[in-house]
């Protein structure tokens, strides 16, 4: 008789790595398609282009390292990474934006590093800086939604654009693409107009933020409530991130409504609530301690403020992951909670411990 | 009505506790041979006061405690002891142990030095500490360590007596069994460990997933008119029956690291324990049974009174267990007991539940077998985590062999629940990590302590060859002066002439050494010529000498 002699514990959840990484996938369903009934079919293809290159770079770089590929190419993270960078980039954006992007992301952030677990930085966000930086024309053309109705670009249309670059009626993409809001903001902001005259004089404009962006950001947001309510990720970094844009969005706003765009605004405009719940969530890049979550997620909410704010990109989020990723390891350690027994956690800045009177 | 805390994390876990509890508890099956390890307990080893070929009867003291925590161990039966010898035992690293075995006869006749105690209040708090010791009684949770130990308050004052019986891994029934079964004893056994505590007052902390236990409990506290005695419900979170846990839970207080609850004012037993010390005290009876559950993927799981001694695989069988397709079997519950790697191994004091899992059986078993993922650092585990401690760190660092660094995340508070991995995505064994570190520490520790001993021992042995000089020293001038003295009292007159005649030696031999340094004379009034022979002779000798140191040098520069 063999009998299995694993040591304890004999149980397990069952809540594996793709299992998790999947359900992330599913929260962003509801949002995929907001996304596409207002900005079209853009973002459906690119998601398939995304997700199709990460997993190919994947599968070529865990060759290369020569680690077993199908656990890791079955965890899910690749999926994600390609998803959320899809999600990042204009629906309309030529495919090799959206190829170089994702294989970038992967192979340079992602396994350069050493693969899952071992990436400092969000691999998405990675992706996304390097082609903003870059390619800053594409990846600044987005079309906004009262256009793609008129139009009536369809799906056909769509793979045309992406991948010939020809827009239907013969128009050119730079006749189609308008600032985004963000964009509009602050652009108009610098000719000293105020933010209700730039908000009304504009059809971009919606309830709270962009016509299309903020019901996007409404269903990214249900998505992220039912991933903090089934436990997928927690609470601390979305409210922290969130709760200091808010704080700090609403003091100014509160200085002069005229300067300074309303919470509200911040709130549903461009990728902060994709930030909150999806991004700045990150497992691995971010903070891991329950405190240090909350002051990663203040961190990163401050920085997107003031990057919007006074900084010279429109929106920081990318910016304001990537800052706060480096910041990661050092909020950790000082964060450490007070263990059981103990009467306060423990936190000396020298490494070496204490001295066990060895000495001779 | 006791107001509750909460400690951090735990997990909510399926209980499979609803079969075993469907019908009463019953004896077990008198096994052909029981074996009995002298070790049962945290602490030295009893030492076996049997030999083999003895005849023995049930309850008779067959092995004596050795030291302070230690306990002694009864026979469970009557029979003949056939072998003192190693055995297999329930430990992680497979290691036998030694056993008494007996061959019972199946005539269970008791022992006749059982002494019943008819009013343990005409008995020291000291001399119910002594029976309990003399009984045998370790703590029935699991970590069995003596009872009487935790029993003795030394200087502390101890304000609560608590009762455990927050049975919380899935599975295991035992404790809430006995509690139906036997609730008044369980208090009887409660009131005489407050005695031999001189406790203030006592909480027996019950799981809100045994109904029946609760009430049966509150309904016996009732009708003995113990108002001292708090029959509270607590939440049903593993690991709510950890001794830490449950003390948070009732009193909010924490028991301070490396401490004991003692230090607090806080001592907490088994419910199972209690029962055992009602027994030794009201019958005299050693603990030479216990309840135990028999769960898993058995066809009839249920709990049985088992001898202590009783071979795991006669219960499986016993509860339609088939020998030939098992394929893991643990002692104690999913989370925390210790897979056996042999069947044939015997049920201790310790012993709460035995899980039988079959090679088809459909139990959710943890499959170790595939490789686990990188750490994605989720935090999960640091959420899971009774204590709050990091275990992601932890792990880093046990992985880096970082023992050091290890410390500083306080890896010995780690209480080894399985939390951390039960919720681990990627099915990373925290657990055997921390273990591993554990043990690397340990075996540091031992080592260092070695080298010390070691270092200490030359240091001792220098110093005494340093004082053995000195002393040598010492008594030759003390022997010296002795001499010096004797021969001070012969008379200075003599003295004196020995020294004049000692004064005139010595210038007779200076005058003679005098005598002999004078230059000889033929070197007077040389002529010219003898004179520069010399000298060339004088020459001659120098340069062979020059040449000589040359080659000396040459050589030694070879």
Not at chain 1, 34 to 49: K, V
Not at chain 1, 55 to 82: H, K, N, W, Y
Request: proline share 6%; aromatic share 8%.
């Amino acid at each position: 008789m063999n009998l299995d002699t694993p040591s304890s514990p004999h149980i397990h959840s069952g809540v594996r790595i793709n299992s998790m990484m999947l359900r992330v996938c599913l929260a962003l369903v509801p949002a995929i398609i907001a996304y596409t009934w207002f900005f079209g079919w853009g973002l459906c293809i690119n998601i398939l282009l995304a997700v199709a290159t990460a997993l190919c770079a994947e599968a070529l770089m865990l060759r290369i390292r020569q680690r077993p590929i199908a656990p890791f190419l079955t965890d899910g993270s690749a999926l994600v990474t390609g998803l959320l960078l899809a999600f990042c980039i204009p629906p309309f954006a030529p495919w090799w934006i959206t190829v170089m992007g994702a294989a970038f992301a992967i192979i340079v952030a992602k396994q350069l590093y050493g693969g899952l677990g071992y990436n400092p930085f969000n691999p998405a966000m990675v992706g996304y800086v390097m082609l903003l930086i870059s390619f800053p024309l594409e990846m600044t053309q987005w079309v906004p939604p009262n256009i793609v109705n008129q139009l009536e670009i369809g799906f056909i249309d769509t793979l045309n654009i992406i991948f010939t670059g020809n827009f239907p009626y013969q128009l050119s993409i730079d006749a189609l693409t308008m600032a985004t809001p963000l964009d509009t903001i602050k652009t108009e902001l610098g000719l000293n107009v105020t933010v209700t005259e730039i908000i009304r004089g504009n059809a971009i404009f919606g309830d709270f933020g962009g016509v299309g962006w903020e019901w996007v950001g409404n269903w990214v947001l249900l998505g992220g409530i039912w991933l903090i309510y089934k436990h997928i990720i927690s609470w601390h970094i979305p409210v922290a991130l969130l709760g200091s844009l808010v704080i700090i969005s609403f003091f100014f706003f509160m200085l002069d409504p005229d300067a300074y765009p309303s919470p509200m605004f911040h709130l549903f405009s461009g990728a902060t609530l994709l930030a909150a719940f999806f991004i700045a969530t990150d497992p691995v890049s971010a903070s891991t301690t329950p405190r240090g979550r909350i002051y990663y997620g203040i961190g990163i909410g401050v920085l997107i403020y003031v990057i919007r704010t006074w900084g010279g990109y429109p929106d920081g989020v990318a910016f304001a992951v990537l800052l706060m990723n480096m910041a990661a390891p050092t909020i950790d350690y000082y964060t450490q909670p007070r263990v059981y027994g103990h009467p306060k956690a423990h936190h000396t800045i020298h490494p070496s411990r204490r001295d066990d009177g060895d000495k001779p | 009505m006791q107001r509750l805390f909460q400690f951090h994390g735990g997990v909510q876990l399926k209980e499979h506790k609803r079969d075993a509890t469907a019908q009463p508890v019953q004896a077990a099956r008198l096994p052909r041979q029981l074996v009995l390890p002298l070790q049962q307990h945290i602490g030295t080893p009893a030492e076996a006061i049997v030999a083999v070929g003895d005849k023995v009867r049930k309850g008779q003291l067959i092995a004596k405690p050795v030291g302070v925590i230690s306990a002694p161990v009864h026979a469970s039966s009557s029979g003949t002891v056939v072998a003192i010898a190693k055995h297999a035992v329930s430990h992680p690293s497979h290691l036998s142990a030694p056993c008494i075995i007996i061959d019972t006869d199946g005539e269970e006749r008791w022992t006749e030095d059982r002494q019943p105690v008819a009013d343990y209040h005409q008995l020291p708090p000291e001399a119910i500490r002594a029976r309990i010791r003399d009984a045998g009684i370790v703590g029935m949770g699991g970590a069995g360590f003596p009872a009487h130990v935790k029993l003795d308050p030394s200087q502390h004052a101890v304000d609560t007596l608590i009762l455990n019986g927050a049975e919380c891994e899935p599975y295991i029934t035992c404790d809430e069994m006995l509690l139906r079964e036997h609730a008044l004893e369980v208090i009887v056994g409660l009131r005489i460990m407050r005695y031999a505590l001189q406790a203030r007052r006592c909480i027996i902390g019950i799981e809100n997933n045994k109904k029946a236990a609760f009430l049966a409990l509150r309904e016996q506290v009732r009708n003995t008119g113990a108002d001292f005695i708090d029959v509270v419900q607590v939440p049903t979170v593993y690991p709510t029956g950890g001794e830490k846990q449950l003390i948070q839970v009732l009193t909010g207080m924490e028991v301070p690291s490396g401490g004991l609850p003692l230090d607090i004012g806080v001592v907490c037993h088994n419910v199972g324990t209690a029962y055992a010390v009602y027994r030794a005290i009201e019958f005299g009876e050693p603990l030479i049974s216990r309840y135990v559950t028999v769960a898993g993927s058995v066809a009839k799981a249920r709990n049985l009174d088992v001898l202590i001694g009783t071979p795991v695989i006669d219960l499986i069988e016993e509860c339609g267990g088939n020998r030939n397709t098992l394929s893991r079997v643990i002692l104690g519950g999913p989370m925390m007991g210790v897979a056996l790697h042999d069947v044939t191994v015997p049920v201790t004091k310790t012993t709460n539940c035995i899980l039988a899992f079959a090679k088809t059986g459909d139990v959710p078993l943890a499959s170790k077998g595939s490789q686990p993922m990188p750490c994605i650092r989720c935090g999960n585990c640091a959420e899971a985590c009774p204590v709050d401690l990091l275990p992601q760190q932890l792990y880093w660092y046990a992985r880096a062999k970082d023992f050091d660094k290890i410390q500083d995340y306080h890896l010995f508070d780690c209480i080894e629940c399985g939390c951390c991995d039960y919720v681990c995505p990627s099915q990373i064994p925290l657990v055997h990590y921390f273990r591993y570190a554990k043990t690397e520490i340990w075996a540091q520790q031992h080592e260092k302590a070695l080298a010390n001993i070691a270092r200490e021992r030359h240091q001792f042995r220098e110093q005494r060859l340093e004082r053995e000089k000195l002393e040598k020293q010492q008594r030759h001038q003390q022997k010296r002066a002795a001499l010096d003295a004797q021969k001070g009292d012969a008379g200075s007159s003599a003295d004196a002439a020995k020294k004049a005649a000692i004064q005139a030696a010595m210038e007779r031999a200076k005058n003679k050494r005098e005598a002999n340094t004078i230059q000889p004379r033929n070197i007077d009034n040389l002529t010219p010529d003898q004179q520069r022979k010399i000298d060339e002779a004088n020459a001659r000798r120098k340069a062979l000498e020059a040449r000589a140191d040359v080659g000396a040098a040459q050589d030694s520069e070879q």
